[in-house]
C-alpha cells in the first residue's frame, strides 16, 4: 500500500492539511480560514479551540480529497505560526484566555518595564555603556541569551500578560495547573490526547521565540523565566524538530500514527526550500514576510536589526542555526486594502490595478501597523501614507503597497548582506503573495539579484512534512529535499544600480516619516537603533 506523509500548516489567517507523496508532490489538501479578533487597537487575538476544530476538518478533507485512510499514513509533521501564545487547563484542555497573535502589541507595557529594570541593574553594577539614567531602557538585556531583543513579538511577554490579567492565573500556572504552548504544542497536545498522554512538547525552532530560550545550550532560562514572571512548570519540554513525539489518539483523524516532525513555519519552509548550506536562505511572503538565511553551526549575532534563530535541529544532531529578519505587515497589507478600504474586492485584484499604472505617482505606503520589525524594531511607529497629491488614486495605492512589500524585504536583505559571511546571490521565494508577478518583477528590480519561485510553494507545509518523514524513515535525509527541490520561475533585475539606490533612498525617506508617532515612556537603547535612516 502507497504510504504518504501529512503536514498541518497552522498559520496566521488559516489551516491548511497537506498530504505528500515520496516524489513530495501534493496529492490531496484542505484549507481553513479562522476569525481574526481585534478586541482593541494593537489586539490580534485567535480562539485556540476554533483553530483545533478546523485542524480535525482539514484533517480529514485531506484525507478525502487524496483518496487515501490514515493507514497509508507514514508521518504526521507539524508547522505553525509562531510566538502566537496559548495558555490552557491542564485538567480540561479549555485555554484560559484567547490566543494572543505575534502581531499584538499589547505588551509593550510590560516590555518597556523589563527594559528599564534592566538599564537600572546594569547601572547598579556598573556595566560598561550602561547609563543608569532615569528613564533609560534596554531592549537588548536578553540578546546574547536569546539571541532576540525585547519586543511585544515574542511569547514570554504574551504570557506574562496573560498571567497578570487572568484572574488567578498565576497561581494556577505556578501550581502546575495551566501549561503554555505555541500552536505547534497545542495541536500536538490535542492530537496525542494530552488530557490523558500529558505529551507537552515544543521543537527548538519554536522554543527559540518565546524570549526564554537559551540560544546556545537550548535550554529554558530560569533567570530570564523568573526576570519576566514566567513559572518554569508551564513550559512545554524542548526537543528537536525532527523525531517521534507521540502517536494520534483515538478522536485525532489519525490515530496511531507518528507524530514526527515540528517547525515553525518560517524554518519548515527554510527546510522545504532545502537551504541546508550556509549563506542559502530564503523569503516567505505572507502575512507577513519572513528572511532566513542558514548561518550553519555559527550562531551569529547581529547588530543591524536582524535575530538569530534556530533553523533546525534533526534528531540528536547538532542545531543548524539561521539569521531572520521579520516583516510584520506584508499579505496583511493587501488584506487590510481589501476589507478596510475596500478598494479591491480580492489579493488579485491588487496586481491587476498596480499593473495599470507605471508608477506610484509619488505616493509611499509604510505599513507600520504594529510598529516597524526588521531592521528597525521602532514599537512607537505608526503607518503612514506620504507623498499624496491629488492625482493620486486606487490604481497608486495599489502599486505603492505591492512596493512597500518589496522595499521592506530589500532593506532586510542589506543587512543580510552586511551580517552574514555570504552575499545572497540570488532569493528563493514562496508563500501566498508570490504568485503575484508584479510583486516579484519588483523584488527582483529592488533587490538586483534573480528571484526565483519553486514548483511546489507549499514550501512550508513541506518542510514539516519532511522532517516528520525523515524521522520515520520515509525520506533519507536532506538529500531527498535537495533532489526534489525544483525550479518554476525566475525574475531578471531590470533597473540599474543607480536606479536602485535612488529608490531606496526614497523609501527610507518614507520610513522615517513613520517613527516617533507614539509618544515613548522611555529612550530606547535597542542597537538595531543604529541603522542609518
Ligand atoms: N495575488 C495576490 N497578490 C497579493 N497578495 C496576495 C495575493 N494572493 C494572496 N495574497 C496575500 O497573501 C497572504 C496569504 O498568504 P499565506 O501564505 O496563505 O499567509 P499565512 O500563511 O500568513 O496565513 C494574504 O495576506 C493575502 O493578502
Ligand atoms: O502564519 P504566517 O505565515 O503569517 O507566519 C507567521 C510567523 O510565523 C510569525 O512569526
Request: glycine fraction near 10%; charge should be negative.
Amino acid at each position: 500500500m502507497e504510504q504518504f506523509v501529512l503536514s498541518v500548516d497552522q498559520g496566521t489567517t488559516s489551516t491548511r492539511a497537506v498530504i505528500f507523496n515520496h516524489a513530495a508532490e501534493s496529492v490531496g489538501s484542505s484549507q481553513k480560514e479562522h476569525e481574526q479578533h481585534f478586541p482593541q487597537a494593537g489586539w490580534v487575538e485567535h480562539d485556540a479551540m476554533e483553530i483545533w476544530r478546523n485542524t480535525r476538518e482539514v484533517i480529514g478533507r485531506a484525507l478525502a480529497d487524496a483518496d487515501i485512510s490514515k493507514h497509508q499514513l507514514a508521518a504526521v509533521g507539524l508547522t505553525n505560526q509562531r510566538e502566537t501564545t496559548v495558555v490552557w487547563d491542564r485538567a480540561t484542555g479549555r485555554p484560559v484566555h484567547r490566543a494572543i497573535v505575534w502581531q499584538d502589541i499589547r505588551t509593550q507595557g510590560i516590555c518597556d518595564e523589563l527594559a528599564r529594570a534592566g538599564a537600572a541593574e546594569a547601572g547598579e553594577s556598573g556595566e560598561a555603556g550602561a547609563s543608569g539614567e532615569a528613564g533609560a531602557a534596554d531592549y537588548d538585556r536578553f540578546k546574547d541569551r536569546t539571541g532576540l531583543p525585547l519586543t511585544t513579538y515574542f511569547a514570554g511577554p504574551k504570557i506574562r500578560w496573560i498571567l497578570d490579567h487572568v484572574d488567578g492565573a498565576r497561581e494556577r500556572a505556578e501550581a502546575g495547573e495551566l501549561l503554555f504552548g505555541t500552536m505547534d504544542t497545542w495541536l500536538l497536545w490535542n492530537l496525542t490526547g494530552g488530557k490523558d498522554t500529558g505529551i507537552h512538547l515544543t521543537d527548538v525552532t519554536n522554543a527559540s521565540r518565546t524570549l526564554l530560550m537559551n540560544i546556545d545550550t537550548l535550554d529554558w532560562n530560569e533567570e530570564i523565566c523568573a526576570e519576566i514572571g514566567i513559572p518554569v512548570p508551564m513550559l512545554p519540554q524542548i526537543r528537536s524538530s525532527s523525531e517521534v513525539y507521540g502517536h494520534g489518539d483515538s478522536r485525532s483523524l489519525v490515530m496511531d500514527v507518528p507524530l514526527a516532525g515540528i517547525l515553525g513555519d518560517q524554518h519548515a519552509a527554510t527546510f522545504g526550500q532545502a537551504c541546508f548550506e550556509p549563506g542559502q536562505g530564503k523569503n516567505t511572503y505572507g502575512t507577513g514576510n519572513f528572511m532566513l538565511m542558514n548561518t550553519g553551526a555559527d550562531i551569529v549575532r547581529d547588530e543591524r536589526g536582524l535575530l538569530t534563530t534556530v533553523a533546525y535541529q534533526l534528531g540528536g544532531a547538532d542545531p543548524v542555526y539561521a539569521l531572520e529578519g521579520s516583516i510584520a505587515v506584508t499579505g496583511s497589507l493587501i488584506q487590510w486594502l481589501r476589507d478596510n478600504l475596500g478598494i479591491i474586492s480580492d489579493a488579485a485584484e491588487s496586481e491587476t490595478r498596480a499593473k495599470r499604472v507605471q508608477d506610484t505617482g509619488g505616493c509611499f505606503i509604510v505599513p507600520a501597523f504594529s510598529g516597524l520589525f526588521a531592521p528597525y524594531w521602532r514599537p512607537e511607529a505608526r503607518g503612514v501614507f506620504v507623498g499624496l497629491t491629488r492625482y493620486v488614486n486606487a490604481d497608486h495605492i495599489c502599486r505603492a503597497a505591492l512596493e512597500a512589500v518589496a522595499f521592506q524585504s530589500g532593506e532586510v536583505v542589506e543587512s543580510m548582506n552586511a551580517s552574514a559571511a555570504a552575499e545572497l546571490e540570488e532569493l528563493k521565494v514562496d508563500g501566498g503573495m508570490v504568485v503575484n508577478e508584479t510583486l516579484m518583477q519588483l523584488q527582483a528590480d529592488i533587490l538586483g539579484v534573480d528571484v526565483v519561485r519553486p514548483k511546489v510553494i507549499e514550501t512550508t507545509a513541506l518542510g514539516a512534512a519532511y522532517a516528520a518523514g525523515i524521522a520515520v524513515g520515509f525520506w533519507d535525509g536532506t538529500e531527498d529535499v535537495v533532489a526534489n527541490w525544483s525550479e518554476d520561475r525566475r525574475w531578471v533585475p531590470t533597473w540599474d544600480q543607480q536606479e536602485r539606490t535612488r529608490r531606496m533612498k526614497q523609501w527610507r525617506k518614507a520610513v522615517t516619516r513613520s517613527f516617533d508617532w507614539i509618544e515613548s515612556e522611555t529612550q530606547t537603547t535597542t542597537s538595531s537603533d543604529a541603522v542609518t535612516t
